[in-house]
């Protein structure tokens, strides 16, 4: 019994002693994989104290800055910070005090030819004593931010030179554009004979025709400037629709086509709005479907939809034609500037009539869609 009692002991102790030895070599393994990520990690490493002092340093920092690592161990890494940057630093290290993580924070340190690099961080403190510290060079991708930021402005600044340009410019020609329409209207109440009168018919018609590309241009420059303004007035919808169904009805008669509107009775006849700027959008959609169909009928419809704001309305508005339609893969593309859905035949316009329409709905807090 007792010889049984000293060999479980035995037995006992021995299993200890072997658990011992494999937390003791589990530890010195890990301290040797700790050890070759730390020489062949790419990014930089380091274990420094709370204090802002560094501990231990890989060899990519030597890359990095130029240091070698006995420069850097032992010294306050602050005193590498660019200046511009110290604020900030010292900010993230109060996080880093109150025992929170630190990601995706950059700044920028002094190289040894004196040069600074752009540095990428992920911090995390240890038990409020070390901080852990994994970051990257990213003074490459810095750069080329900034060239992208520099190229974006400078078009911007073309862009709104070359919208500044086609205002002007659109503004000079419709003056003397609307001086020959004025006159042309004025010689046709004259006495003229048959040729002279078609003559003067033609020069009315391809004047309005340039007249309305250059409002087109006006009104697209404008946009693209960011000066368009829309105005707030009182309207009667039910008005403002026989204006612009009057405008269209003569083109409707001569094709023969059936141009019919109803407005539902929950729709209020005054109303407050861009009476102008919706007239225009009506005219453009109801232009293009008279243009577009050959036979049948264009119903125009108004409806109020539903709305969570007390004083404010909208207005659910569409145009149905029975004309040719759009085929699906290009039913996209008819809001982008300059573009036609069917360019096999060339037709009247510049092609922005729509891409205004869109502009417009949008800027009146309204969506368009085909």
């Given at each position: ?70 420069e ?25 005090e ?61 862009n ?40 003067l ?13 250059i409002?087109d241009?006006?009104d ?25 169904i ?123 869609s085909?």
């Open positions: 019994k007792e010889l049984l009692c000293l060999i479980t002991s035995l037995v006992t102790g021995w299993n200890h002693v072997e658990k011992l030895n494999k937390r003791e070599w589990a530890l010195i393994e890990k301290t040797e994989e700790i050890e070759r990520f730390f020489t062949i990690s790419l990014d930089l490493l380091c274990i420094a104290d709370i204090d802002g002092y560094f501990h231990r340093l890989n060899k990519s920092w030597k890359k990095t800055l130029g240091y070698t690592i006995e850097l161990q032992g010294k306050k890494f602050l005193d590498f910070v660019h200046p511009e940057d110290m604020e900030k630093t010292i900010s993230a290290m109060k996080e880093l109150a025992g929170q993580e630190v990601l995706n924070f950059t700044n920028r340190y002094l190289c040894k030819d004196g040069s600074y690099r752009w540095i990428e961080w992920r911090s995390i403190p240890y038990k409020k004593k070390l901080i852990y510290a994994a970051a990257r060079d990213i003074t490459e991708r810095k750069k080329a931010e900034e060239e992208l930021k520099a190229a974006k402005e400078s078009a911007e600044i073309a709104r030179a070359k919208s500044r340009f086609l205002a002007s410019m659109s503004h000079e020609i419709r003056t003397p554009m609307n001086g020959i329409i004025g006159m042309a209207e004025l010689a046709l109440t004259t006495d003229l004979t048959e040729r002279q009168e078609n003559y018919e033609n020069i009315k018609y391809s004047a309005y025709s340039l007249l309305n590309i409002n241009i006006l697209f420059s404008k946009i693209e400037a960011g000066k368009l303004e829309i105005i707030n007035e009182l309207f009667d919808i039910y008005e403002l629709l026989d204006k612009v009057n405008i269209v009805v003569t083109k409707c008669e001569e094709k023969n086509i059936e141009l019919l509107y109803k407005i539902d009775c929950n729709v209020p006849a005054m109303l407050f709005g861009d009476e102008g700027r919706i007239r225009q959008i009506l005219i453009n959609l109801i232009g293009n479907a008279v243009k577009f169909t050959e036979e049948g009928e264009i119903l125009v419809t108004v409806k109020k939809s539903d709305t969570s704001e007390s004083n404010r309305i909208n207005l659910s508005i569409s145009v149905k034609d029975t004309g040719i339609g759009i085929e699906p893969e290009k039913q996209n593309i008819i809001f982008e500037s300059f573009t036609q859905a069917d360019n096999s035949r060339r037709l009247e316009g510049t092609g922005l009539g729509l891409t205004i329409s869109k502009n417009l709905v949008h800027i009146m807090g309204g969506n368009i085909i």
